[in-house]
């Protein structure tokens, strides 16, 4: 089998930008992977994922069960492992994935209140996914931990420079689920060992390529252990 490793956090934490960053750097390297993104808007599969997200369910993320919403993230990510990168991960290969599992354990997650809910909920995804649909189990997860207040300044400040009247999804749109949905992150980081990179230090927005290298190191530090980068 192969690493898969997920880079995943709450909206405006800086997943994509680290996503990126990650793959120009392995591609110096010389290093061989492969690269996933969840919802994969390329692939029909997410079809569901796109009318939960409009707000053709709801126009508020509440409004849908996180049973329910999990079920359409679930199909397109098995629909995406069937036919894009089963045999190369069997392999032995290396998947980046921009987001996973993990958001749902953190967005879908996020609307239940009790804690007992909560933990039935998260037994519930971890063997629906992992077990029923036999998807692979993260090698290692990176949880950006970008507090609320910093994520809203940063989302402010891609709106005033990417002005293309888009419309915000009923996660993006909605502050309070934004903070449910970090509070579930925390909660979650914890309880299935996330490495968690702190994004914020002295009241300061790290940067970028602060970030970046300690993700970076964590990632060849497991290559290494594993001795994948010998084969890659």
């Not at 036919?83 to 996020?110: C, F, P, S, W």
Request: glycine share 6%; with cysteine.
């Amino acid at each position: 089998m192969g690493k898969l490793f997920v880079i995943d956090g709450t909206d405006g934490s800086g997943k994509q930008t680290q996503f990126n960053k990650l793959q120009e750097r392995l591609k110096e390297d010389g290093i061989d992977f492969r690269v996933v993104s969840f919802p994969n808007y390329d692939s029909p599969s997410s079809g569901l994922v796109k009318m939960y997200l409009s707000g053709e369910f709801g126009e508020n993320a509440k409004d849908v069960s996180p049973y329910i919403a999990s079920t359409f993230y679930a199909a397109d990510r098995y629909a995406t492992y069937i036919t894009e990168y089963k045999d190369y991960y069997e392999n032995g290969g290396i998947i980046l994935a921009d987001r996973y599992t993990t958001a749902n354990m953190v967005h879908q997650a996020g609307k239940i209140d009790n804690k007992e809910e909560r933990e039935k909920f998260l037994n519930w995804l971890w063997d629906f996914e992992f077990n029923l649909y036999g998807l692979p189990i993260p090698t290692e997860v990176f949880f950006l931990n970008m507090p609320v207040e910093k994520s809203l300044e940063l989302m402010k400040d891609r709106e005033n420079k990417f002005t293309h009247g888009e419309k915000k999804d009923i996660h993006e749109r909605d502050k309070n689920h934004l903070i449910d949905a970090y509070n579930a992150a925390c909660f979650v980081a914890k309880k299935y060992d996330w490495y968690e990179v702190k994004c914020v230090k002295d009241n300061k927005i790290r940067t970028i390529e602060d970030i970046h290298e300690e993700i970076y190191n964590e990632i060849i530090e497991t290559l290494r252990d594993g001795e994948f980068l010998s084969q890659h």
